[in-house]
């Protein structure tokens, strides 16, 4: 497979920057959103990633620094939420998963993007 890489693949480059604050209070309200739900526990992704979130031993979401999410919604979650995943329109298919989402955070789809979150919360059940 070529590695296109997350930047090429989502057209980071061309969304409109955002101030490091309003970066920031999105992760907090999506982290503290996610430590919240029900048998949840934090540790360090298999990919990499130290801010990782579990239900028992599946992980179900990690982030890249605070600026990324990664959602892993299954193949065929991804099939099944398209309707949901439209109303985000910074997400993107993980080019090395097909199980796996990339959200790029913005204020006003936090929400949305817990949905998201939720719906893979459920399926690591």
């Not at 999105?26 to 959103?33: E, F, G, T």
Request: charged share 30%.
């Amino acid at each position: 497979m070529p590695d296109f890489g997350t930047k090429a693949l989502c057209h980071i480059e061309l969304r409109p920057q955002r101030s490091a604050d309003a970066v920031s209070d999105d992760y907090h309200r999506l982290y503290d959103a996610i430590k919240r739900l029900p048998g949840v526990h934090e540790g360090q992704s298999r990919f990499g990633s130290p801010v990782a979130f579990f239900r028992g031993r599946r992980e179900f979401a990690h982030f890249h620094e605070r600026e990324e999410i990664d959602i892993r919604l299954t193949a065929d979650g991804v099939a099944r939420h398209r309707r949901l995943l439209a109303k985000v329109p910074n997400w993107c298919p993980n080019p090395y998963s097909d199980d796996w989402v990339i959200v790029r955070l913005r204020g006003s789809e936090v929400d949305t993007t817990l949905k998201l979150v939720r719906k893979a919360h459920e399926r690591a059940a």
